[in-house]
């Protein structure tokens, strides 16, 4: 299913991390908001900071939200 957000955080691996894609372009595995947020502003957002990240309709959370990093 594709998503109608250009953001999109998978759910929490065994790892605690979570994929992070934008545009359908993997960035990596995030491990905290601040990472998503650090995530962002390599995509371009410098402002976005971590209660952008949590309020943003840019972002889907798959599998939980902004507070949850594990399993």
């Given amino acids: 299913m594709a998503s109608t957000v250009p953001v ?3 759910p929490p691996d065994g790892d605690g991390g979570r994929r992070v894609h934008v545009d ?3 960035l990596g595995r995030a491990y905290s908001v601040q990472d998503v947020a650090r995530f962002m502003q390599e995509a371009g957002l410098q402002e976005y900071d971590e209660m952008d990240v949590v309020r943003s309709p840019l972002i889907e959370w798959r599998g939980g939200g902004a507070d949850v990093w594990t399993q």
Avoid: D, H, M
């Fill in 24 to 26: 359908g372009t993997n």
């Fill in 8 to 10: 999109v955080i998978y």
